[in-house]
């Protein structure tokens, strides 16, 4: 198994952060929280009644009765004028957990978030966009998940990343690439001096069968290396042809990237959530995510199939982004 999340924990102890776990009734959320705190990965705030909370080291909230409530109500309550809300409304909305973390990494009084073991993409991403906004330049807020295989020959070292298998359903053209160009820039903020090489998924290889897929992977690679052609990327890819050497001969000769891949960009949700899935129960593999890009401030959302473990290493993650973010 390649060493990626050896190394965020490292980094993520060189310089601790703090970050909020909103889902405090949740059993794998606190056993979690008990391995983060004994790893020293994070300082960790967790949201939900403190009768019911037992993690030692942690700092537990509820919001409920929390004293910042009203702080918070208020901040809400000016963020989302515009769209009506009102300051009673706002107090009852910091009553929800998420809502309320999300408040505290927004007021600074933490780093960074990480939700989903029992809510869905969206009860985590809604607030988040509502609070914390997209990052600057930012035109499509996007998942990805970090793959640790067990196959070193591929990837780096057995490490992939795996877009967009959380948010966008059905994506444009457009939408694709901008997908593409996030997780080239996500890939290089994680695995450091190894280049992108970006693999744009289809059933097709470089033209090879028609229809509206491949036509729309391929111009997503045409948009994608007119926006930054500095990246390697290219496609329409087969899987085998991306990561396999001997394929990639036959099929794409010419292509930089295939056989060499190490980021997978899928053509829709429904291949991205299948395949990761997939390598995860199958292939034994390492799922870490999915991890929010385009989001300002460090905002991460789970599996709701994840395990205390899966917890652990996107804790690290969120706390390395906000690391970077400063």
Known sequence: MSDFLSRMKTAAKADKKTIVL???????????????????????????NPDAIDVKG?????????ERREGYAAKFAELRAKKGVTLPEAREQMGDATYFGTMMVKMGDADGLVSGACHSTANTLRPALQILKTAPGTKLVSAFMIMCTK????????????????????PTADELSEIALASAESFKTFMGDVEPKVAMLSFSTMGSAKGDVPTRVQEATRLANEKNPAIELDGDLQLDAALVQSVADLKAPASKVAGHANVLVFPDLESGNIGYKLVQRLGGAEAYGPILQGIAKPVNDLSRG?????????????????QLAE
């Open 306 to 322: 994840c395990s205390a473990d899966d917890i652990v290493g996107v804790v690290a993650i969120t706390a390395v982004q906000a």
């Open 22 to 48: 909103p889902e405090g009734e949740d059993p794998r959320t606190l056993e979690a929280a008990r391995k983060v705190i004994a790893e020293d990965l994070a300082e960790l705030v967790i949201l939900g």
């Open 151 to 170: 196959t070193p020959e591929y990837g780096a070292d057995g490490t992939l990343l795996f877009a967009d298998c959380g948010l966008n359903i059905a």
């Open 58 to 66: 942690a700092t537990v909230i509820d919001p409920r009765s929390s």
